[in-house]
């Protein structure tokens, strides 16, 4: 792996977990708040599961771009 391609998983991978961050503290930040718990609930799943798609998304890029 070059270095273009590895300095391109890193940024990957920090912008994945850096999103999975803000996502869970967005989401526990809602959950605290006892106004709605159903849509608290569903706002959470969302967001996490929008994390592991981003996720999913960063690894297939840095897949598809190695030589």
């Known amino acids: 792996m070059n270095r273009s391609a590895r ?3 890193a940024a990957a991978a920090i912008c994945t977990i850096l999103f999975i961050l803000l996502s869970v503290s ?3 930040l809602i ?5 709605s718990s159903l849509l608290s609930g569903i706002i959470s ?6 994390g592991a ?4 998304g960063a690894v297939w ?3 598809r ?3």
Do not use: E, H
């Not at 798609?53 to 999913?56: E, H, K, L, S, W």
């Open 7 to 9: 300095i391109r998983a």
């Open 26 to 28: 967005i989401a526990y």
């Open 31 to 35: 959950k605290t708040d006892k106004d």
């Open 45 to 50: 799943a969302a967001l996490l599961l929008l």
């Open 53 to 56: 798609a981003i996720g999913n």
């Open 61 to 63: 890029l840095v897949r």
């Open 65 to 67: 771009s190695r030589p």
